[in-house]
């Protein structure tokens, strides 16, 4: 006779019996993007950290951390804007230079306001 599993899986191969693995499933974009910006924060830092002309040793982890997560920040905002605002419009008008002058502008906006911070 053969047992039973403890757990049925999905098409996804997610557990549907655990209660994390009903979270995930219910919000897996929000866990996709969470988990697409962690890591590529994760490989920033890593980067910075070990690079050539800022050595740990020279800059205190506080200063690598914000450094890191300010890039970050900057990179999700454009892209999340980009993505919601400004393509959608390019897609309407189908305007090659109004969307180039609009998302350069909100890019450098929005990177005078985080640098000035």
Partial sequence: MKSKPLYTCNFDGLSTKSPYARILQRHRNKTLH???????????????????????????????????????????????LNYFLIMPRF????????YTVEFVSMAVVILFFIRTR
Wanted: hydrophobic share 45%; charged share 15%; no cysteine.
């Fill in 34 to 80: 969470l988990l697409f910006w962690s890591v590529y924060f994760s490989f920033f830092f890593y980067q910075i950290s070990n690079s050539g002309r800022s050595r740990a040793e020279d800059q205190p982890f506080l200063q690598l951390f914000n450094n890191a997560l300010s890039h970050t920040i900057y990179l999700m905002i454009v892209a999340y």
């Fill in 91 to 98: 897609l309407r008008h189908k305007n090659g230079i109004r």
